[in-house]
């Protein structure tokens, strides 16, 4: 296997105290993925950390720009 054909889905999320958001890493699980984001969290910063999978922020905001009938805003 190389590279080229490993699987990180799960990524590392930062937003700092102006709401900007970073991505901070990727990881092969989401506990990979929530172990460093709860080791980047305890260190006390304003900053928030989170997990998400890729994909995951697309199909969230997808799911909100939708009317209750399922069409598009």
């Not at 590279?3 to 991505?23: A, K």
């Not at 990979?32 to 994909?55: C, F, N, P, T």
């Amino acid at each position: 296997m190389n590279d080229s054909t490993i699987s990180l889905p799960w990524l590392v999320i930062r937003q700092d105290d102006n709401g900007n958001r970073y991505r901070v890493g990727r990881y092969a699980t989401r506990a990979e993925a929530q172990k460093i984001a709860d080791s980047l969290d305890s260190r006390g910063h304003k900053q928030l950390y989170w997990v998400e999978r890729i994909g995951q922020a697309q199909a969230q905001g997808q799911a909100q720009a939708q009317n209750g009938d399922g069409t598009l805003n």
